[in-house]
Structure formats: structure tokens, C-alpha cells
């Protein structure tokens, strides 16, 4: 008996250590430090919900959760309606169907950090320079406000990340029967009344999994915020994850930043539970 | 009939009118990378009108490229390895002896996806000093513990759909379990492997946060976090950070049009599931 139990552990034992000690522990320990003055060397003392009173109170940490969610709600939106309309696109019997696939997809190859700094050009240079060929000031300063730093970030990740949510979208519309889609136009169905009816249930599943993953990329973005507008102007347009960091690592304000860390443990919880709950819902429906 | 192969030409044309535009970011980045500062200020839409390749040649210097981009190979070469070969016998182990405690321990692995990294980051960093972990190693295996979770997932999946009698057969024939796994198991698990290579080359490769907390040494940056300081540093000198940008994405695009298919199908796989 002990033999048979003894290589289940030994097969389980790497990566089981490995979760422990990089994310149940530090996560485990960051729940306890928020309670205490911790300030990443001494040996804490209990100061109980002072750190949570303290960054409720927080204007910076408002703002830029606030910024986060209205970030995510638009970038969802927006990443969405990308990647659905590229999939029916390159779903049509297109010669180009295989290099339009692979160029919509190519951003997501490249990580967020450069991929802001390739925008940053964009929206500080190009934009300008077209500005001025034009005549349109509206197109200069682009990263130097809060409303057009914002649109500026809807415009990067829904770029990088329609394509993504495009392959998702694809797999579900190539499992649509074409039979089904036959019948409908034989009873006389229009291509509207054929993608409603038949084509949008079906792929039902994939928006799913899509707004899962556009939810939860967007709330939790880092990089892209940091070398897009670096937060500002005024921190501005500063995301919870940078703000965390900051508080972390240029505050020096350990406890504090780790009491912010579990709010926003809590809130992506709380996201993708409910998107795990309604998405259980909608499995039993059908 | 004919009306309908009118609008398909209509629709083709459209997407390639948005595949440009989707492209149009990178065009920005390779012209501009080849003009003088002076040239860049008068149009950044038009084509130099010499291409020089001063700007690389300065970029590829003070980028360290080749040191920089085996950094880089290295760190995802062995954390790839690493979360194949351990994930894919945790998950064999899950799915094999299954039962209560094999339950609750996938349970775990798969509640971990929903921790961000920042809700873990600060204590991590500080046990990861206290262990003097904060090097190589140390991100290796951090890069196990955050990858396991989604390649136990996949690997889990797929194992189900293996027969156990397949296990037994070999136990008759003498092999223990090791040989089984390695000899007759992971073999069938090569299209998942192949998912779970892709998806965390991808993560892995572009990953700078977790390389900026751990080896922010001299010598051993990885190309994120090299891109970040030399970017720091060249802020008003557009020429050259683009240049550098393109030396950095360049070996991306070149392995992306040979494996294209491979790529697309496994994030599909990988995010269906």
C-alpha cells in the first residue's frame, strides 16, 4: 500500500511545491501582513483594519480602481465586437482567409511592454505629425490627458486583443453545421435572421470564455499601462495593478500596498466567480 | 448567385483594407526605425529617403542583443521544460489515482488561476530574498508554480481520455510507473505538449514583471527588461528606440510565419478547453 501511494507523490511533488511556495504561501502570508506594519524586514506587529480603513480613504487608490473599471467595461465592449466581426470575417470562403487570420493575430505575440511602446510613437508622434499635415489639433498631446490617455489604451488593447478573442470565436463558428445553416436559407432565412437564430446560439459558449478572458486581461493589465503612459499625467490614467506596485516598491509601503493587493484579489475573485456561476447557468440551459 | 459573389469580393476586400490597418503600427515602427532624428521630425508616414542602418547598429549595441536574446532563450527554454515534464506527470498522477485527496488537490491547482499576480508579488519577493532565491533558479521554478496551474488543466483533460487499461496492460508486462508515464503515457500527450509549449513560450518570453523583481542584475536581463531600461534612456531619441523595438520583435515574427499554424491552433486548443 505505501508502495502504490508512494510514486503518486513523488509524481505530484514538483509542482505541488512549486504552487505552495509561489502562490498558496505568499498568498497566505500577504493576507496576514495587511493586518500588520510589516515593512518587508521587521517582524510585524497586529494593527488590525488600519491599512484597509487607511486606503479607503485613499483618493489615489479610488481613482484608479474607478479608471480600471470603466477601462475594462469599454475594452471588453470594444475587444469583443472586434473579435467577433474578424472571425465572421475570415470565416467567409476568402482566398486571404489564412494570412488574415495570421496577421490579426500577430500582436499577441508581442508582450504588452513593447507593444506600448510602439504606441507611444504612435499617439506622441505620428499622431502629431498627421495632426499638423491636416490641420487637426485635436490629434496632438494624445497621451498628455486623461480622456485621450484612456482612449488611447482602449485603442492598443483592442488592437492586440481582438485577434486573440478572433481564434476563439473561429473554433466555435467552423463547429456551426453547415447543414443547419442550409435548411435555415432553404425556409427562406435572410443572412441576419440566419447568424440570430443559428449561428449566434451556437457560438454562445465562446463569449463565454471570451468575456472571461477580455474581463479579467483587462482588470488586471500592467504592462501596457506602464510603457504606454506610464500612469500619467498625474497618474491619471494610472491602473490598480501599477498602483499597487507603486505604493509597493516606490512608497516603500509594504503592509499598505499588501492590504490593497487583497481588495483586488477579492474583486478579480468575485469577477470570475460569477462569471464561472453564470456560465455554469447558461451550460444547464442548454 | 452573382450578387452574392459580389459582396463576398466587397467583404474580402474590407478585410484586407483592416488587415492593413492592423499592420499599420508596425510599418510606423520599420520606417521611422531607418530615419535621422531630423528626417523623423519633417514626416513620419513616408519612406526614408535612404535606408541606413546606423540606428540598428547602435541599438544592437547598447541593447547587448545576442546576450540579451540567449537571456531571454534560456529562462523560457528551461521554465517550458520544467512545467512540461512536471505538469504532465502531476496531472497523470491526478487523473490516475483520482479519489478525494487527487479532487481537492486539482481543485487547488485550477482556484490559483484567479490569483492576480500583484495579490502575491510583495510576500513572494520578500521569501524568495529571505531563501536567496532571487536569481535564475529562483524565476524558473516561480515560473513553475504560476504555469502548473492551466498545463495540469490541459494535461488533465486529455488523460481522461487515455484507458486506464492501458496502464494495467503495462503493469502485467513488469513496467512500473515511471515506464509507463514515460514510455507508453507522455508520448500520446505530444498535441498537448505542443499547447501547453505554446501558451507559455508566449507568456513567458514577453513576461517583464516577474523578471524585473527577481534578476534585475547586469548581465542577466531578458529582453522585456532590457527593452525598459534602454527605452528609459533613449526617450527623445525616437530613431533608436524603434530601432532597438524592431532588432526585439524580429526573431517573434520570423518563428511565427514558419509555425503559424501550430501557434494559432494551439492558443485555440488552449483557451477552448
Redesign the interface.
Known amino acids: 500500500m505505501r508502495n502504490r501511494n508512494l510514486?503518486?507523490?513523488l509524481?505530484?511533488a514538483?509542482?505541488?511545491l512549486?504552487?505552495a511556495?509561489?502562490?498558496?504561501?505568499?498568498?497566505a502570508?500577504?493576507v496576514y501582513?495587511s493586518f500588520t506594519d510589516w515593512n518587508?524586514i521587521r517582524i510585524p506587529s497586529f494593527v488590525g483594519l488600519e491599512h484597509y480603513k487607511a486606503l479607503f480613504a485613499e483618493e489615489e487608490f479610488k481613482d484608479a480602481l474607478w479608471f480600471t473599471t470603466k477601462f475594462t467595461v469599454v475594452s471588453v465592449f470594444l475587444i469583443n465586437f472586434f473579435g467577433l466581426s474578424?472571425a465572421l470575417?475570415?470565416t467567409?470562403?476568402?482566398?486571404?482567409n489564412?494570412?488574415?487570420?495570421?496577421?490579426?493575430?500577430?500582436?499577441?505575440?508581442?508582450?504588452?511592454?513593447?507593444l506600448g511602446?510602439?504606441?507611444q510613437?504612435?499617439f506622441t508622434?505620428?499622431f502629431a505629425?498627421?495632426g499638423e499635415?491636416i490641420g487637426v489639433e485635436a490629434l496632438e498631446g494624445w497621451l498628455s490627458t486623461e480622456t485621450t490617455g484612456f482612449w488611447a489604451m482602449a485603442i492598443l488593447m483592442s488592437?492586440q486583443m481582438a485577434?486573440?478573442i478572433m481564434?476563439?470565436y473561429?473554433?466555435?463558428l467552423e463547429g456551426v453545421p453547415q447543414e443547419l445553416l442550409e435548411a435555415a436559407e432553404i425556409d427562406g432565412a435572410n443572412s441576419l435572421q440566419r447568424f440570430y437564430h443559428v449561428t449566434f446560439p451556437l457560438v454562445m459558449p465562446?463569449f463565454t470564455?471570451s468575456l472571461f478572458?477580455t474581463l479579467?486581461n483587462s482588470f488586471?493589465l500592467?504592462?501596457q499601462n506602464?510603457?504606454l503612459t506610464g500612469g500619467g499625467p498625474y497618474n491619471s490614467t494610472q491602473m490598480?495593478?501599477m498602483e499597487?506596485?507603486k505604493t509597493?516598491f516606490v512608497e516603500n509601503a509594504?503592509a499598505f500596498?499588501?492590504a490593497k493587493?487583497?481588495i483586488?484579489?477579492l474583486i478579480?475573485?468575485a469577477i470570475?466567480?460569477t462569471q464561472v456561476y453564470i456560465n455554469k447557468k447558461r451550460e444547464v440551459e442548454m | 448567385m452573382k450578387k452574392k459573389k459580389q459582396s463576398?469580393i466587397i467583404?474580402?476586400i474590407?478585410?484586407?483594407i483592416?488587415?492593413l490597418i492592423?499592420?499599420s503600427?508596425?510599418y510606423?515602427?520599420i520606417v521611422?526605425s531607418f530615419k535621422t532624428k531630423r528626417e523623423?521630425f519633417e514626416?513620419?508616414?513616408k519612406l526614408p529617403d535612404v535606408f541606413s542602418f546606423e540606428n540598428y547598429t547602435v541599438a544592437f549595441e547598447r541593447l547587448d542583443f545576442i546576450k540579451t536574446f540567449f537571456n531571454s532563450v534560456l529562462i523560457t527554454v528551461l521554465a517550458v521544460a520544467?512545467i512540461i515534464v512536471?505538469?504532465s506527470?502531476?496531472a497523470?498522477?491526478?487523473s490516475r489515482?483520482g479519489g478525494k485527496t487527487s479532487g481537492i488537490?486539482f481543485m487547488?491547482?485550477v482556484a490559483?488561476m484567479?490569483?492576480?499576480?500583484?495579490?502575491?508579488?510583495?510576500?513572494?519577493v520578500?521569501?524568495f530574498g529571505k531563501l536567496e532565491m532571487l536569481n535564475r533558479g529562483g524565476l524558473v521554478?516561480?515560473y513553475?508554480?504560476?504555469g502548473?496551474?492551466l498545463s495540469?488543466f490541459l494535461y488533465h483533460g486529455t488523460l481522461s481520455g487515455i484507458p486506464k487499461s492501458l496502464d494495467e496492460a503495462a503493469t502485467i508486462d513488469g513496467a512500473?510507473?515511471?515506464q509507463i508515464?514515460w514510455h507508453i503515457i507522455f508520448p500520446m500527450l505530444k498535441p498537448v505538449s505542443v499547447t501547453v509549449a505554446i501558451l507559455n513560450i508566449?507568456w513567458i518570453?514577453?513576461?517583464?514583471?516577474l523578471p524585473s523583481l527577481v534578476i534585475n542584475k547586469p548581465g542577466m536581463e531578458t529582453i522585456?527588461l532590457k527593452?525598459?531600461f534602454f527605452?528609459g534612456e533613449y526617450t527623445k531619441q525616437?530613431h533608436l528606440?524603434?530601432a532597438g523595438?524592431t532588432i526585439?520583435?524580429i526573431p517573434?515574427?520570423i518563428i511565427?510565419?514558419f509555425l503559424?499554424k501550430q501557434?494559432?491552433k494551439g492558443?485555440?486548443?488552449g483557451?477552448?478547453k
Open positions: 510514486w503518486y507523490w509524481f505530484l514538483p509542482a505541488l512549486a504552487l511556495v509561489v502562490v498558496i504561501l505568499p498568498l502570508f500577504g501582513y518587508g474578424l470575417l475570415v467567409q470562403k476568402f482566398r486571404t489564412n494570412i488574415l487570420r495570421t496577421i490579426f493575430f500577430m500582436p499577441n505575440l508581442i508582450g504588452g511592454l513593447i511602446f510602439i504606441w510613437f504612435i508622434k505620428v505629425s498627421v499635415l488592437w485577434g486573440y481564434v476563439i473561429i473554433s466555435f465562446a470564455v478572458l479579467s488586471k500592467y504592462d506602464l510603457s490598480v495593478a499597487i506596485f509597493a509594504m500596498a499588501q493587493a487583497v483586488f484579489f478579480v475573485a470570475s466567480l | 463576398r467583404l474580402e474590407l478585410g484586407i483592416l488587415a492592423w499592420l503600427p508596425f510606423l515602427m521611422n523623423m514626416d513620419t508616414i520544467v512536471f505538469s506527470m502531476a497523470y498522477a491526478l489515482r488537490i487547488l491547482f490559483a484567479l490569483i492576480p499576480f500583484q495579490s502575491v508579488m510583495i510576500p513572494l520578500s521569501i521554478f516561480m513553475l508554480g504560476f502548473a496551474s495540469i512500473n510507473r515511471f508515464f508566449i518570453w514577453n513576461d517583464y514583471l522585456p527593452m525598459f527605452f525616437w528606440a524603434l523595438l526585439a520583435i517573434v515574427i511565427y510565419f503559424q501557434i494559432i492558443v485555440s486548443e483557451s477552448v
